[in-house]
C-alpha cells in the first residue's frame, strides 16, 4: 500500500514570494490534514478535511494560508505570500474513519525556508 | 487553552534501562483516542501506539507501553529496555472526534 505521498521535499523562497505544496494521501482515507511544523516544536493543525468538505481551519492564517482538496482525494496547500516566520515543515496526514485506531499516517513533509 | 502538555524537553536514559515520557490531556469529551508518535531525525513520524478513553486496559505494543490514568487525565509512554534507535523527539496526541492535536515533545536520549 503507496503511504502519503507529498511534494516538494524542500522549498526555498523570497519573503513576499509564494509557494505551494501537494499532498496526495493513501487511497481511500477520507480525512487529510495539513501539519506546519516549526523547528523544535509540535505539529500544529492548519487544516482538516472530510472527503472535499473543510472540517476545521481554525488555526489557518487566512490572510495568507489556502487549502483545497477538489474531488477529495490530493491537496494542496498555498501560502502566499509568505512570511519569515512560514518557515517550517508542512506534514501532510490522512486517517480512516472505518475501524481501527483512526492513527495518522504523515508523508516526508515539505521543509520551506523563507529567506 | 493548551490541550495536550508534555512538560519534559528533554530526557536522558541508559541504554537497556526503562524511560517514562509524560503527557497529561484536557478535555471534557467522554470519548477520545490517545496517540504516542516517534519522530527521528530524519523527521519521519512513526505511530507507536493507542488508547482509547474507553479502554480498560493500557495498551501494549512490544516495548511500548502506555500508563492511562483517566482520572489524572494523563497517558505516559513507557519504554522498557531502551535501545539507541530509541533517541528521537516523542509526541503524545490526542483526538476527539476526527480532530487531532499534538503536544510539545520530549527528545529522548539514549546513552551507550
Known amino acids: 500500500e503507496a503511504g502519503v505521498a507529498q511534494s516538494p521535499r524542500y522549498k526555498i523562497i523570497e519573503k513576499r514570494q509564494s509557494v505551494a505544496f501537494w499532498c496526495n494521501p493513501i487511497?481511500?482515507?477520507?480525512?487529510l490534514y495539513w501539519y506546519q511544523q516549526i523547528l523544535g516544536q509540535g505539529p500544529k493543525l492548519l487544516i482538516q478535511f472530510q472527503n472535499n468538505g473543510v472540517v476545521d481551519d481554525s488555526q489557518l492564517p487566512k490572510d495568507r494560508f489556502s487549502a483545497e482538496r477538489l474531488k477529495g482525494v490530493d491537496s494542496t496547500l498555498k501560502i502566499q505570500p509568505a512570511k519569515l516566520e512560514d518557515s517550517a515543515v508542512y506534514l501532510c496526514?490522512?486517517?480512516?474513519?472505518?475501524?481501527?485506531?483512526?492513527?495518522?499516517?504523515f508523508g516526508e513533509g515539505s521543509r520551506l525556508t523563507v529567506l | 487553552a493548551q490541550k495536550i502538555t508534555q512538560t519534559q524537553p528533554g530526557m536522558f536514559v541508559q541504554e537497556k534501562e526503562a524511560v517514562t515520557l509524560d503527557c497529561t490531556y484536557d478535555?471534557?469529551?467522554?470519548?477520545?483516542?490517545l496517540f504516542w508518535y516517534k519522530q527521528p531525525s530524519s523527521g519521519e513520524m512513526i505511530f507507536l501506539i493507542y488508547?482509547?478513553?474507553?479502554?480498560?486496559q493500557n495498551a501494549t505494543e512490544g516495548r511500548y507501553s502506555l500508563n492511562f490514568q483517566k482520572a489524572r487525565k494523563s497517558a505516559n509512554l513507557v519504554i522498557s529496555a531502551s535501545q539507541l534507535g530509541d533517541s528521537a523527539m516523542y509526541f503524545c496526541a490526542m483526538r476527539e472526534v476526527n480532530d487531532m492535536r499534538f503536544g510539545a515533545g520530549t527528545r529522548l536520549t539514549v546513552k551507550p
Open positions: 496526514a490522512s486517517s480512516s474513519p472505518r475501524g481501527g485506531t483512526g492513527e495518522l499516517f
Open positions: 478535555t471534557s469529551d467522554p470519548s477520545y483516542g
Open positions: 488508547q482509547g478513553s474507553y479502554d480498560q
Open positions: 487511497s481511500g482515507h477520507a480525512t
